[in-house]
Structures are given as structure tokens and as C-alpha cells.
Nanobody
Framework: QVQLVESGGGLVQAGGSLRLSCAASGRTLGNYAMGWFRQAPGKEREFVAGITWLNTYYADSVKGRFTISKDNAKNTVYLQMNSLILEDAAVYYC??????????????????WGQGTQVTVSS
């Protein structure tokens, strides 16, 4: 069992930056694939970024603007979000899943989820 707690969401102007954090307990993050997803009102939850031991993955919509990283010593995963646009507004969720197998971009490949943190982007 992995417990995930997100933080760092808030209100930011378009063009601004936020850094989300996902603190894990119960297991060592290095043993899992980690992902960030987001869900806007009326829309399905969508993949944003993922990280395994050696690789990172990004949705096309955030490439070049968002960076996923992890600190194994702190058992924490981060999502640095720069150049935010209105379309980035959503509830952001951290997720953990098995390292091997599955589609890194799919919700169904992740077994544990945080409660989410709201990101609001104003014009």
C-alpha cells in the first residue's frame, strides 16, 4: 500500500509557475512508476507526466513547460509547471503503479492515487 499526498496547488496568473509535490509513505518511491494526471471539470482524467528509474514521459500539451522529478531520499515526486496557460487549470493527481508493464500514459496502469490538488490559472 502506498499513501500519496499532493501539495503546492493554488492560483497563478497565466505565464506563471507552480511546483507540485507528492509525498509518499508506506513504500519507497523508487520501486514504482510515478505519474501526474489532471482532471478539469467535465473532462476525463488525463496523463500529464510520468517518471520511472531512468525515463520521463510527458503529454504533448506540456512538453517543454513542465518537468517531473523525484527525490528518493525524501520519497517525493515533483511537477514543476512553467508558462502556465488557462488550459492547465485542473485538479492534479499524483499516482503510483508497478514499474514494469502497462501503459505509462494510462490511468489504468496506476494503482494508488492521491487526493488531488487544485491548480487555477487566471488571465
Amino acid at each position: 500500500q502506498v499513501q500519496l499526498v499532493e501539495s503546492g496547488g493554488g492560483l497563478v496568473q497565466a505565464g506563471g509557475s507552480l511546483r507540485l509535490s507528492c509525498a509518499a509513505s508506506g513504500r519507497t518511491l523508487g520501486n514504482y512508476a510515478m505519474g501526474w494526471f489532471r482532471q478539469a471539470p467535465g473532462k476525463e482524467r488525463e496523463f500529464v507526466a510520468g517518471i520511472t528509474w531512468l525515463n520521463t514521459y510527458y503529454a504533448d500539451s506540456v512538453k517543454g513547460r513542465f518537468t517531473i522529478s523525484k527525490d528518493n531520499a525524501k520519497n517525493t515526486v515533483y511537477l514543476q509547471m512553467n508558462s502556465l496557460i488557462l488550459e492547465d487549470a485542473a485538479v492534479y493527481y499524483c499516482a503510483a503503479g508497478p514499474l514494469y508493464g502497462g501503459n505509462r500514459y494510462s490511468v489504468s496502469s496506476y494503482s494508488w492515487w492521491g487526493q488531488g490538488t487544485q491548480v487555477t490559472v487566471s488571465s
